[in-house]
């Protein structure tokens, strides 16, 4: 239910521009949403009076927010600020193709690779980003916005191709023109303010909208026309203003977290306030090994998770205690920022000495706090993000699993032995703490063992709440072990939404179970909506749809239905209730968008199969193949669907190679061992 396919290099939620001026930006809205009714806008945005609005009242904070990343989030194309981009004309090379940017016309152009692999100029319209980099959109049929993989870095004044060294073809998912680079999808909620998608499924095209073009003062603040109007109405009062309420600190994480996370949308309609939960499905530190197992970001991940895992956050530390809230900056330098608490007199901050702790000199960067405990991960070639789990260096266990140091990021010309070394003679037996074990036991649930210790973590009330979801997520490798399932069952009741969600999808392996069946009831009817959503997914083949929960997950789906794993998720759901054919419909959708997916794939020829069509479901099969030919789960289906249809030998012949590309393939080991009994 999470983005399993989310692109590694260009996602949703990169913060970046916006308009110079409030009239311009008013012009430039009405060209953007000119095919969509103003009935329909009126309805959307009622309530919203626009960032320039707040400017005579505040501004201060309006000054600030100006110049942030969150105003300069998204723009229009401007010749006097992109001129410098693209003119003269340059050229940069990736693989064996070639991007070149230039002006023809009077026209900002980038020549590349289009949807049918034809080389031709492609007109930029709008910009997503400021510093450290920007990228450029382009309008394609059907209401779409597309990334450019072509992007810019204005410091070095210099083009380059933001995917690195992963070369993407026309036709591929993740190519500039695919859907995982397409802005209204992928980029366009968290660059704007009450972004409405406006997808149209039957189509296949969008009408997107928003209140305000980049993230303005609403998209923190909520709505403010009714609070214009009260003042306005009440002039120089001191009275209170009843139509604004401060926001608890908790809904002010989750505000941040909407968009610097990994997450599935689950209604478009999250408003400043409202609980994150019951508005997303957040993507969290599991087998898929998109975080390293202390918690350290690894894939593109954004900040959120990382923080939820914190000690920080756990001590009730929020992003406002560290950031400004509208310029968004550090509102120290240095360690100050760090020391304001940690210089004692905090029962939960522990006081530090710099010079003594660090062991650097304090005029060296190796005694900055957060060159150790927030070590840098450079995202899209030119993107450095910092780690918010405020992580302690740990060169043992990148020795022992491969999991980054801060040492070794800096001193990489020295060995991880050389780090073991010094953290050992500095810090001695304090380097033996409980999150050390964590990542160890997180380590070998990856591998599939150490059931007991996720046991343990799961039943640790001194774990926050998002190691113990963690731990959670885990354990459905065993969910129809009695203890397991028991202890699975507990959390249900947990007191924290997150916890009770990915309890709910671990126990989807012990739905058998009369007594799971029976506690998942309640769970769709849960106060909060992700644990619904989890609960209907997983009662999927009888939950009725029409009921709150089933309502609940049809939006979800619905609002994925746009992207490849939407309408594999609903070709599931309808599997699940025995419509095959109308699934192999989405299935069919969700293959032609991305065709290097070996499990929507291998799901069409297994339906393909039931459906009695096996010369289509063997094609399928050779397209994947084709597509992807190191993975071992190809042939193995192919040798399950052979040997259905008494085809035995070729079987033989698809496991055997299964085998040979992963020898500790356990299904392909046993189905080979079948077919050599029965040829016996």
């Not at 809205?29 to 806008?41: C, D, G, P, R, T």
């Not at 004692?344 to 901050?349: E, I, L």
């Not at 079948?674 to 016996?680: E, K, P, Y």
Request: net charge negative; aromatic share 8%.
């Amino acid at each position: 239910m999470t983005r399993a396919f989310a692109l590694s290099s260009v996602q949703r939620k990169q913060p970046q521009k916006r308009w110079p001026s409030w009239v311009m930006l008013a012009a430039v809205m009405l060209f953007a949403l000119s095919s969509f009714s103003s009935e329909k806008q009126a309805t959307d945005f009622a309530e919203y009076a626009g960032s320039e609005s707040c400017r005579d009242c505040h501004c201060a904070d309006y000054d600030l927010w100006s110049q942030s990343h969150h105003a300069l989030a998204e723009r229009s194309l401007q010749t006097a600020t992109d001129q410098t981009a693209f003119a003269p004309s340059r050229s940069i090379q990736h693989g064996n193709e070639t991007t070149t940017v230039q002006v023809t016309n009077g026209q900002f152009q980038i020549v590349t690779l289009g949807p049918e692999s034809n080389r031709q100029p492609y007109c930029v319209e709008r910009v997503i980003g400021h510093d450290p980099l920007l990228q450029y959109l382009t309008r394609l049929p059907g209401g779409r916005y597309q990334v450019q993989e072509a992007s810019y870095d204005p410091k070095l004044n210099q083009w380059f191709y933001v995917y690195g060294d992963d070369l993407r073809y026309p036709g591929e998912f993740g190519h500039w023109t695919g859907r995982g680079m397409n802005w209204n999808s992928q980029c366009a909620e968290c660059h704007n303010t009450r972004l409405k998608k406006n997808y149209d499924a039957a189509t296949d095209s969008y009408q997107t909208t928003m209140a305000e073009m980049a993230v303005g003062c609403e998209a923190c603040h909520g709505p403010l026309k009714a609070h214009n109007e009260w003042q306005q109405a009440h002039p120089k009062t001191t009275l209170h203003d009843p139509t604004v309420s401060p926001l608890l600190p908790t809904r002010i994480v989750g505000l941040c977290g909407s968009c610097h996370s990994r997450n599935t949308d689950l209604t478009e309609n999250f408003k400043p306030g409202d609980s994150f939960y019951d508005h997303y499905a957040l993507d969290i530190l599991d087998g898929s090994q998109k975080w390293y197992p202390d918690g350290q970001i690894k894939d593109e991940d954004y900040e959120f998770e990382a923080f939820l895992g914190s000690k920080m956050y756990q001590g009730g530390v929020i992003c406002l205690d560290c950031h400004n809230p509208h310029s968004y900056k550090n509102t120290l330098t240095g360690n100050d920022l760090c020391m304001r608490c940690h210089i004692g007199g905090y029962s939960k901050a522990p006081k530090i000495d710099p010079a003594g702790h660090g062991h650097h000199k304090l005029t060296d960067h190796g005694s900055d706090c957060i060159g150790c405990h927030m070590p840098v991960t450079m995202y899209m070639q030119r993107h450095p993000r910092r780690d918010h789990g405020f992580t302690i260096p740990d060169p043992l266990l990148t020795k022992e699993l491969n999991i980054p140091n801060a040492c070794n990021r800096c001193h990489a010309d020295q060995t991880t032995d050389w780090a073991v070394k010094y953290t050992d003679e500095w810090y001695g037996t304090n380097m033996n703490r409980p999150t050390r074990e964590r990542a160890r036991w997180i380590a070998a649930a990856e591998r599939g063992e150490a059931g007991d210790k996720m046991l343990g973590l799961l039943a640790d009330t001194n774990q926050s709440p998002y190691w113990r979801a963690v731990a959670a997520t885990f354990l459905e490798r065993w969910a129809t072990e009695p203890a397991t399932q028991a202890a699975l069952l507990a959390q249900l009741k947990n007191e924290h939404p997150l916890v009770r969600e990915k309890a709910v999808r671990s126990l989807e392996p012990a739905l058998a179970d009369t007594n799971v069946l029976t506690a998942f009831q309640p769970m769709l009817n849960d106060p909060v909506r992700n644990v619904r959503v989890a609960a209907a997914w997983v009662l999927r083949a009888k939950v009725d749809m029409q009921g709150q929960a089933g309502q609940d997950l049809q939006r979800m789906l619905d609002l994925e239905a746009d992207q490849p794993t939407g309408q594999f998720e609903e070709a599931m759901l309808l599997l699940s209730r025995q419509r095959t054919a109308t699934a192999l419909e989405h299935l069919k959708k969700a293959t032609a968008w991305d065709k290097l997916s070996p499990p929507f794939l291998c799901t069409q020829a297994q339906v393909q199969d039931q459906l009695g069509q096996l010369a289509e479901a063997l094609k399928t099969l050779d397209q994947a193949e084709a597509a992807v030919p190191d993975d071992p789960h190809i042939p193995y289906v192919r040798a399950v669907i052979l040997e259905r249809n008494g085809r035995n030998a070729e079987a033989r012949l698809a496991a055997n190679r299964a085998m040979k590309m992963n020898p500790d393939f356990q299904a392909a080991r046993q189905l080979l061992q079948r077919l050599t009994d029965n040829r016996q």
